[in-house]
């Protein structure tokens, strides 16, 4: 079979792209300590001369994650095709609504990372994987579990990258091995 090489740009830019304006956000802020800090601190758009950068960016990976989903996805299977937009909505609305909408910004952050958690369910579900999946959530949950409880780190940066590292493995051979073939 051959790799339908779009599908595969498509899927890989969904999170290069997010990562790459957020990895340029935090070169151009001194301030910022991924220790100490949320990366949404990046999007305050009071606070921070790079919040146009950062939730840019972000947008930028829901629009991705959405064409990956409807026109790759769709055919594979419809319960990931959901899980991926919702996945792909919650990512913009962090970006929209950003730090400046305090709580409401905090409750659509928990949303987004509850549903990366589902969406690897439904990978390991789907490929079979429900082991590997069932390790990467326990180490997402135990990350956020450490700082929520422990506040170590301080920030949620660590835990945020953590939970966004290891949902990208599921979609890169989700991508090659079920969706990009012709």
């Known amino acids: 079979m051959k790799i339908n090489r779009l599908c595969i740009l498509v899927a890989l830019s969904s999170f290069v792209i997010p990562l790459l304006f957020i990895s340029i956000a935090i070169a151009m802020s001194d301030w910022f300590n991924i220790y100490d800090n949320a990366l949404s601190d990046l999007g305050h758009a009071t606070r921070s001369k790079v919040a146009p950068i950062f939730n840019i ?18 055919d594979i299977s419809r319960i990931l095709m959901i899980l991926l937009l919702l996945c792909a909505f919650l990512l913009n609305l962090v970006a929209v609504f950003d730090e400046v909408y305090g709580k409401l910004h905090y409750w659509v952050s928990v949303a987004f990372f509850i549903s990366l958690a589902l969406l690897l369910a439904g990978y390991g579900y789907f490929m079979k994987q429900i082991v590997l999946a069932t390790i990467a959530i326990a180490i997402g949950v135990i990350a956020w579990y450490i700082h929520m409880v422990y506040r170590i780190p301080r920030g949620a940066a660590i835990p945020e990258l953590i939970s966004i590292f290891i949902s990208i493995p599921f979609l890169i051979v989700f991508a090659y091995r079920n969706v990009c073939r012709e």
Do not use: D, H, P
């Open 57 to 74: 960016g972000l947008s930028l990976g829901a629009f991705l994650l959405t064409i990956f989903a409807i026109n790759y996805v769709k």
